[in-house]
């Protein structure tokens, strides 16, 4: 067990000028460190400078297609089903005969709604979707920009 | 286990002796107890178990309000109140069960056999409108006063959602505080807004009504205080909640048992890794999983770097509060480089959602163990550096000691658990008192302060840092140790994928050692893949519910420490 | 009429034109300096890198340029009144605040008298013989501002800090008097020319005769005072953002600007007094006017040497900067590199030529004069720019007090020790002969 200890203050320290001088030895040291070499600073200058981001960055998503060109995802409504903020619409494509086709007619991500927890990406079992596109700048000044559709989600 | 099964058996004899004529049954569940008891005499057995040596529970952690309307089998008592007391010098908890009729759901308030029920009575009168007769104070908490209907009541549609026609006042709480003061004024009239006004004609001696929030720059997350204050000082405070209030609770259950998880990030969005944590242990151990050695130290780990992020939260705005901007850029630039490792692991900065029940979805990154090390070794330097610029600096002193000093009693009758319950000198700490996780096995200590005001709330989390540095140091030697194949890597592969889980019915309340203190989750399974109910007991509500009586009195520069070092993260009050 | 301008001293007129514009133009300039300085010092004791963005054709002097961003954006904000404030007392906060703040530099020598053929110019603005009397008059004025400003926002947060800076600013006061009357009692004089000229002397033969060698108690007094007078951490309760946001909550625009602007103001205007006082005012430590037109070609080479070197030293800090630079700009603003060395290069050349001109050339009376006073009045800059630097380097170290601490530090702690030094200061004058 730690007891905090409350020391009275010295005749010194009370006297407030000797603390302070002490208390302005370290920020001087900081400033002088700083002056002396400024490029070690932690600071980023963003935009011009950009963080690198981690392999698992959780990103915009995107939709990954297989080497013919087509979209790996099935519509089997799995990330859907996943989403805790179910902002993910799927619609499985229906042939002329009507019967299932094992893909997407119609796959919107509101990102609005998207809290970026990677469930979607975790859920799928055909790794058809991923996260990992590194866009982070969302900002837009119309919400109809963040209805990401199929094929806004696989162009990039 | 057996070791569990003996001490539930003789606290049901100790308590059933205790109760006397009444006839009480016992559930247990997962090592939670239940006694379910009669509403009548739920004020003398409260009572009578906080004052029987043999069982001394003398702190409330929670109360939580069910509604069991569609919880099989249907009975004629649709609401439920369950009060979680623990003994913080005994250790043992238990969960007192009280039936309440469907039609009129009443039940005597307990609110002055501990002091924290008033808050915890009202925010189950807000979300399920069941009434606690002779609660000095019975309104909303969290939801605004003209909120039509219960929100947590099973028929309540979870998309009522309602709009706040006007602030509230909070002048009715205000005018009995200050008639108790024998300085009652009449001349206070509300004007647009809902800002007061005073008349013209007021009496100089009138005290000065002034809104501290909800958006001023101490109140970290969004709180109000109404102030009474006489020149500087402060003579009557109304806290006012819910200004964060998202129905948190609500929304879990429309969810699985997975969908809960990036809820809880939300909450004490400080350290959102503990909460992850103290979550998925509730439902392993209603499930039964129990996780390997490698993932409990790995959550040990993280459950350390988040009690260094979230105090790290704490002393710098804290400091910033009293004037000093600097020290908050060397505090947080540590907190920084750990969310950089966090996101490495995790792939986000704050909101991780990183912890699966029963495992982790991603193994550790090559060179992990590396980065903590360089991490702590910065931290440090950085604490170094703060503390010489004020632990022996007199302003700071002046400004901390016997600034909102709380006696021991005071506090567990609130229900101050975590640094602000250390910080009285009470050695609570569940990591010692019921270790989990393998707590039991790593060397470090619990700290304590002496009289429970700023200073030693400060103190307590600098040196809980130090102490956390070293609990992550034996943490990283362990996992280095460990051959790789029991990596994380193996139940990566497990999780992929969301298994379907369905807890057996029942209840269970099960907590860890928060950042802040007690952070519990009682949930309630019937036994479907969503939770029934998840009540979070919040520790940052019951610390700041003694808020009242820890800033009448003082100056309005305290209030602002106080505020600062009690750490209210406004996402876990409000939920 | 014409006997008016018959009368009038030409000469008189001119040079105190001059000089208040020169004084003026200092303390204007100062606002600027100072801004720049808590920008960049604070970020740099925080590990930030502070402005580095606005630009004019891509100059922008690490930051400074920043100032005219914000004082063009701060001219063009939309004026807000409030609907519920005093109108009269609302406007005329702003304007006695920074009225008080340029007045302050009237009665501050900034050079020994220039002494051209038989005429001497007395180079401060106001060569009156109330001397610092003068500027505690004036700055306990502005106190009003902050009063007026606080209660006439009619708003509760602005009257907190109303209440506080009124109590504060008038108890510090006292104190900041009594430190001075030691000052007093050893230099025999109030007039703040006299004063500097003394401070010129040396103690046991080698100790300069500053005010701070001689009543370092005093010295210690009177700048927590200022400080306080200035409303600066630790002492900065009208302004405590963390608790009750300050006095001009209510204020936007250029009458908020006139506030911040004569807050940096104020901080020149302390670090002038504080310099004159106790720190030697123009004095150049061991080099009094006489020596400096004895020997003007050696003290020319000097300080050329001097500046060459904090040159150099400056470029070599650049080079590293740039060369370890991980971005780049990508506009003008990665040709200012070009731009500085440039200027570097061309101090440096002043120098060197300095350096040779000083060699060859003989120096005449005018010249000499003109050498000191240029000499002086840099040292007087100098000195100043240090003092102001620690004001921003202790905001940036310390917390705040509490008011009742803040009251109780002022009354019980500087108060006695103000008394006590007075007395003391009497005692040793008194015990020890021709002190």
């Known amino acids: ?156 | 286990m057996t070791e569990n099964n003996t001490q539930a058996v003789s606290l049901q004899r100790i308590v059933s002796q205790l109760a006397g004529n009444d006839h009480i049954e016992f559930e247990e569940n997962c090592g939670s107890l239940f006694a379910v008891v009669d509403s009548k005499n739920i004020i003398s057995l409260l009572t009578l178990l906080r004052d029987t040596p043999s069982t001394h529970f003398d702190m409330l952690v929670d109360i939580v309000g069910i509604d069991s309307l569609s919880l099989t089998p249907i009975t004629a008592n649709r609401f439920q109140i369950v009060y979680v007391l623990t003994s913080t010098d005994l250790g043992h908890r238990i969960c007192i069960k009280v039936h309440l009729p469907s039609d009129t759901p009443e039940i005597p308030s307990v609110s002055s056999v501990f002091a924290v029920a008033n808050w915890l009575e009202r925010e189950v009168f807000d979300q399920f409108g069941i009434v606690f007769q002779g609660h000095p104070n019975l309104k909303r908490l969290l939801n605004f006063q003209g909120f039509a209907g219960h929100p947590l009541r099973k028929d309540f549609p979870i998309n009522g959602r309602q709009a706040i026609p006007e602030s509230e006042d909070l002048l009715d709480e205000m005018k009995i505080k200050l008639g108790k003061l024998g300085k009652p004024i009449e001349s206070i009239k509300i004007g647009e807004c809902g800002n007061t006004l005073e008349k013209e004609t007021s009496n100089d001696s009138d005290p000065f009504i002034v809104n501290l929030g909800p958006a001023h720059p101490i109140v970290h997350g969004i709180l109000r205080l109404l102030l009474a204050v006489e020149g500087e000082t402060i003579i009557a405070a109304v806290p006012e909640l819910g200004y964060l209030h998202r129905g948190a609770e609500k929304n879990c259950e429309a969810g699985n048992y997975h969908q809960v998880i990036p809820y809880t990030d939300r909450m004490n969005y400080a350290s959102p890794m503990m909460n992850n944590i103290g979550y998925c242990k509730a439902v392993e151990k209603m499930l039964g999983i129990i996780i390997s050695e490698h993932d409990m130290i790995l959550r040990v780990l993280f459950c350390e770097l988040g009690r260094i992020m979230d105090h790290l939260l704490c002393l710098g705005p804290h400091l910033v509060d009293l004037g000093a901007l600097t020290p908050f850029w060397f505090l947080f630039q540590i907190r920084e480089k750990i969310y950089d490792i966090m996101e490495k692991y995790s792939g986000a900065r704050l909101t991780y959602s990183c912890v699966r029940i029963g495992s982790f979805p991603f193994p550790l990154y090559e060179g992990f163990t590396d980065e903590v090390e360089s991490v702590l070794k910065d931290l440090a330097g950085a604490i170094d550096d703060v503390r010489r610029l004020v632990e022996r600096n007199r302003i700071f002193y002046d400004r901390c000691c016997n600034v909102g000093a709380i006696t021991p009693h005071d506090a567990i009758r609130n229900g101050f658990t975590g640094p602000c319950l250390r910080a009285t000198g009470l050695e609570y700490d569940l990591r010692k008192n019921k270790p989990y996780y393998l707590y039991e096995t790593f060397d470090f200590s619990v700290v304590v302060g002496t009289n429970g005001d700023t200073y030693d709330r400060f103190f307590v989390r600098v040196y809980e840092m130090i102490e956390s540095v070293k609990i992550i140091r034996q943490a990283i030697t362990r996992i280095k140790a460990m051959p790789p194949d029991s990596s994380v890597a193996e139940g990566a592969k497990k999780s992929k994928g969301f298994k379907k889980i369905a807890p057996p019915a029942g209840a269970i309340y099960d907590s860890t050692e928060a950042a802040n203190g007690e952070l519990g989750f009682f949930i309630i399974s019937d036994g479907s893949p969503k939770p029934y109910r998840i009540k979070v007991r919040s520790p940052s509500l019951c610390n700041y519910s003694a808020i009242e009586s820890m800033v009448e009195g003082t100056m309005i520069a305290d209030l602002v420490s106080i505020i600062g070092s009690l750490n209210v993260i406004g996402g876990e009050i409000d939920r | 009429m014409t006997n008016f301008f018959t009368h009038l001293d030409w000469l008189f007129l001119g040079t105190t034109i001059g000089k208040a514009v020169f004084a003026w133009g200092l303390t204007l300039g100062f606002i600027l300096v100072n801004i720049f300085l808590e920008r960049k010092i604070c970020a740099f004791i925080q590990d930030r890198v502070g402005p580095n963005r606005a630009n004019v054709l891509g100059i922008r002097l690490f930051g400074f340029v920043l100032n005219f961003a914000d004082a063009v954006k701060l001219l063009f904000k939309e004026d807000i009144t409030p609907p519920f404030v005093n109108k009269f007392y609302y406007f005329i906060a702003p304007l006695i605040i920074m009225t008080v703040a340029l007045m302050g530099m009237a009665v501050v020598p900034f050079a020994d008298d220039l002494v051209i053929g038989n005429i001497v110019i007395p180079m401060s603005v106001l060569d009156i013989n109330v001397g610092f009397l003068f500027i505690l008059a004036i700055t306990s004025l502005s106190v009003y501002s902050l009063v007026l400003g606080g209660f006439g926002s009619n708003s509760k947060y602005p009257l907190f800090a109303a209440m506080r800076s009124s109590a504060q600013m008038i108890s510090y006061e006292i104190v900041m008097g009594l430190s001075l009357v030691g000052l007093v009692m050893v230099f025999g004089t109030v007039h703040l020319r006299e004063m500097t000229a003394m401070q010129g002397g040396l103690l046991f033969g080698f100790l300069p005769k500053w005010g701070v060698v001689m009543q370092p108690v005093g010295c210690i007094l009177f700048c927590i005072a200022s400080l306080a007078e200035l409303n600066r951490t630790p002492f900065d309760l009208p302004e405590g953002e963390s608790e009750i946001i300050g006095f001009h909550v209510e204020y936007s625009s250029m009458k908020f600007a006139l506030f911040f602007m004569a807050e940096y103001a104020n901080i020149f205007v302390a670090a002038a007094v504080i310099t004159t006082l106790f720190f030697g005012g123009w004095q150049i430590p061991w080099l009094p006017t006489e020596t400096i037109k004895e020997n003007a070609a050696i003290v020319l080479q000097i300080t050329a040497a001097f500046a060459f070197s904090g040159v150099s030293i400056v470029a070599f800090l650049l080079h590293r900067f740039y060369s370890k630079r991980k971005y780049k700009w990508k506009d003008l603003r990665e040709k200012e590199g070009m731009l500085l060395y440039a200027v570097l290069a061309c101090i440096a050349l002043i120098s060197i030529g300095a350096i040779v001109f000083a060699q060859y050339v003989p120096f005449n009376s005018i010249l000499k004069s003109s050498l000191a006073a240029v000499l002086q009045i840099g040292i007087f800059i100098l000195k100043s720019f240090l003092i102001c630097f620690t004001v921003v380097w202790i905001r940036w170290t310390l917390p705040r007090l509490r008011y009742d601490q803040l009251m109780a530090l002022g009354w019980k702690i500087m108060l006695p020790v103000g008394i006590a030094n007075i007395l003391v200061t009497g005692l040793i004058l008194i015990l020890v002969p021709g002190k």
């Open chain 1, 1 to 156: 067990m730690i007891v905090v200890k409350k020391q009275k203050l010295s005749l010194s320290e009370k006297l407030y000028v000797f603390e302070v001088a002490k208390g302005m030895w370290v920020t001087i040291g900081h400033f002088m460190r700083n002056l002396i070499n400024p490029s070690g600073l932690p600071t980023i200058n963003y935009p011009e400078e950009k963080r690198i981001l981690a392999k698992n960055y959780r990103g915009l998503h995107r939709l990954l297609k297989k080497e013919t060109g087509e979209l790996k995802c099935t519509a089997c409504k799995l990330c859907a089903n996943a989403c805790p903020a179910r902002c993910i619409t799927v619609e499985m494509a229906l042939t002329e005969e009507g019967k299932p086709k094992k893909t997407p007619s119609r796959y919107d991500i509101d990102i609005s709604r998207c809290i970026f927890c990677g469930y979607c990406v975790e859920a799928c079992p055909f790794e058809a979707i991923d996260m990992s596109s590194g866009i982070y700048e969302l900002a837009n000044g119309d919400c109809k920009n963040y209805l990401y559709t199929k094929e806004k989600l696989s162009s990039y």
